[in-house]
Structure formats: C-alpha cells, structure tokens
C-alpha cells in the first residue's frame, strides 16, 4: 500500500457478476486487490447477471444505506447488455423551442436526456441521472467491459464468444463505444478496461486469467482479477478520490 489520495476512500462498485461479492469464478475480486493497493475501503453492490437497467437500484440501496457519504462511485456494467441483445438506442429526444438568442426569439431544435429502458443509452441516462442527482460531489468513474470469452452454464445458457455478434447483431465493440461516449455526454472518467486490461480470453495463452479455459473465459480468475486491479490502480491515481 502507497501513500494515495484514494486512501481511507470510501468507493462503491456497482456492477454485475465481475464485481459481485460472492465471487464468481475467482476467489478475489478486483475491488479487494484494489483495497489491498491503494488502501481503499470497497462498498460492493454489484450482481450476477445484472445490466445498465439495474444501475440506479443499486445506486438508490447504497444511498439508502450510506446516504452521500460514499467518496466515489465506480460502475462497471454492460458486458450482459450485450449478452442479452439490448438496442444501443439514443442519446437525446429533440423538439422545437423558441429561445432568445441574441436578443431575437427564434425557434430551434432542443435536446433532452432520452429516458428509454428498453435501450442502452437510456439506461445509461437513467443510471447516470440517479447518481448525478445523489452523489452531486462524489467522483464517478465508469468502466468498460472486458474482451468476452465462451462460457458454457448448463442448459441454454451458452454464451458464444466476442468473434460472433450478439443476436440483434451486434459485436461487443459496439457496446464499448457507448459506455465511452457516457463520459463525454455525463462528464465522468471513463477508464477503458476492454482496451487497458490486456485481457484477452480467445487466446489459449491468456486462459490462465479466466475461471475455467473450456468452460468460462468470461470470469476472470484471481489472476485476471489481480491484473484488473492493477491496471485500474494506476488510472485511478491520475483522479481525484473526492471533491
């Protein structure tokens, strides 16, 4: 452990089965190391299975438990919106208002958040809406997801890896490329773990960073977990734990 501004930190972790507390296919999760690293005291809410339509419950049951006193929010999502085929969709709805501009009162197209929870961008919308609205001086970062190997569950839930699209046919690069466009539209750091993490679970060689090499290359191992972790360190010290 260093000296940091993370340290003490109270950091919460929304997301899904990488970041649940009951360790799916690991025995460590990134968010431990993490803790381990920079000293950081992790607040987990992240569940198996869960998508970007899931974000502001777990928002809302941290506010409910810690109120605002959460530091900073971290929100590693999307990898089952692809899974599960959810539309990309849009950012904004746009509609004709007059406004003054310059002096003059004249009628041009106005855009507002597209609250949609049928689409990807709407979730984020809404997810994004909750937390800026709760934690307004809280530091949120999002994380993109990683590289997607094949998993196997029993029964129909067979999961092809990243090589194919998901069925509206879309490849997982699609998905990542909206989490990033989240930043800008919401201004939040985005760390880009899907290109950073290095990652990469249709390489025989890399199967060591997954739960099971013929099984679950989407689980990272403890291994996998621990290089997440350190990647995320580093870009980490780069913000501010707080403001």
Not at 41 to 63: C, D, H, I, M, S
């Given at each position: 452990m260093?000296?940091?501004?993370?340290?003490?930190?109270?950091?919460?972790?929304?997301?899904?089965?990488?970041?649940?507390?009951?360790?799916?296919?690991?025995?460590?999760?990134?968010?431990?190391?993490?803790?381990?690293?920079?000293?950081?005291?992790?607040?987990?809410?992240?569940?198996?299975?869960?998508?970007?339509?899931?974000?502001?419950?777990?928002?809302?049951?941290?506010?409910?438990?810690?109120?605002?006193?959460?530091d900073a929010i971290v929100v590693f999502m999307g990898t089952n919106d692809y899974n599960s085929g959810t539309p990309l969709g849009e950012w904004y709805d746009v509609r004709d208002e007059s406004v003054n501009s310059h002096g003059q009162i004249v009628t041009r197209p106005r855009r507002s958040f597209r609250m949609d929870e049928s689409t990807l961008r709407g979730c984020i919308n809404i997810g994004m809406k909750y937390l800026k609205e709760h934690f307004p001086r809280r530091q949120i970062i999002l994380l993109t997801m990683l590289h997607r190997g094949f998993a196997e569950f029993g029964g129909t839930n067979v999961q092809p890896d990243e090589s194919f699209p998901n069925d509206i046919g879309l490849y997982v690069e699609e998905y990542v490329k909206v989490v990033k466009e989240a930043g800008n539209v919401w201004s939040v750091p985005v760390i880009d773990l899907n290109a950073l993490a290095g990652l990469n679970p249709n390489l025989d060689v890399h199967a060591g960073y997954f739960h099971d090499a013929a099984t679950d290359r989407l689980h990272p191992s403890a291994a996998g977990h621990e290089r997440i972790a350190r990647t995320l360190m580093y870009q980490m010290l780069a913000l501010p734990a707080g403001f």
């Open positions: 260093m000296d940091n501004q993370w340290r003490g930190k109270k950091v919460a972790f929304l997301g899904d089965s990488v970041t649940d507390a009951a360790h799916i296919g690991t025995t460590r999760n990134y968010w431990q190391y993490l803790a381990d690293f920079l000293g950081l005291e992790p607040l987990v809410y992240g569940l198996n299975g869960w998508r970007w339509n899931g974000v502001k419950t777990q928002a809302e049951k941290l506010f409910a438990e810690h109120g605002d006193a959460a």
